[in-house]
């Protein structure tokens, strides 16, 4: 079963533009990842927010996590075409080793 | 750094037959996983080795599905009698040991059974 949600679905935007997606999660976790995943390939690894942090940030993405809300947020700010994937996050919790992914956003940027 | 590599990138068979996928992790990654991933959906966790010892299994993989990793080095995982619900993308990832450790993932074994 899936931990997340991802929301939207699907997202189509203007390169340029910023994207935010989010993520809902059900239990406690340790810490909460995004990847990014392209067609047809792996996923990739964006960034990791830990439970005891409220924001991160790393080049143009920028995550926030409430935990007492179980949510998170990813932040792309000014994609580009290249930034058109599959975003997914994932948590971890205490008492496992796996990660559980939600069932993602699709984002389009359009050039 | 080869990246995670997995073999072969693309498996058609028919119903019935079994299959069995490889996956090479990074060299000095301890930790290997396998999901399974239907299109318009996220990776759905199977299974997890901490070197050669598998500690976790999905409760959702049957008794047709099986996977080792038998010197804690490359892993297969092998699905026996399959269905045609059988047929998705499965992906190997690894990691190196640590709470916050990010999975690397290959670029899966795409399965189709007809």
């Known amino acids: 079963s899936q931990q997340g949600e991802e929301d939207p679905q699907a997202l189509s935007i203007q390169e340029g533009e910023n994207a935010t997606m989010n993520c809902s999660y059900k239990t406690s976790i340790n810490n909460l990842q995004w990847y990014r995943q392209n067609s047809g390939r792996g996923l990739v690894h964006l960034i990791l927010?830990?439970?005891?942090?409220r924001e991160k940030h790393s080049g143009r993405l920028r995550v926030t996590l409430d935990t007492s809300k179980k949510s998170s947020s990813l932040l792309i700010t000014a994609s580009r075409a290249a930034d058109t994937a599959s975003y997914f996050c994932a948590t971890r919790m205490d008492s496992s080793y796996k990660l559980i992914f939600g069932s993602g956003t699709r984002l389009l940027v359009r050039p | 750094d080869t990246g995670v590599s997995q073999n072969p990138r693309h498996k058609i068979t028919k119903r019935g037959q079994n299959v069995t996928f490889r996956c090479d992790p990074i060299s000095e990654h301890n930790r290997l996983y396998w999901y399974r991933q239907t299109l318009g959906q996220g990776p759905e966790f199977l299974t997890y080795f901490q070197n050669e010892a598998q500690l976790e299994k999905s409760r959702l993989l049957s008794d047709r599905f099986s996977a080792e990793r038998p010197k804690g080095s490359f892993s297969t995982l092998e699905i026996q009698r399959t269905e045609q619900g059988d047929s998705a993308m499965y992906l190997c990832a690894s990691s190196v040991t640590g709470e916050g450790s990010p999975l690397h993932f290959g670029n899966g074994t795409r399965l189709t059974v007809t």
């Open positions: 927010i830990r439970s005891n942090e």
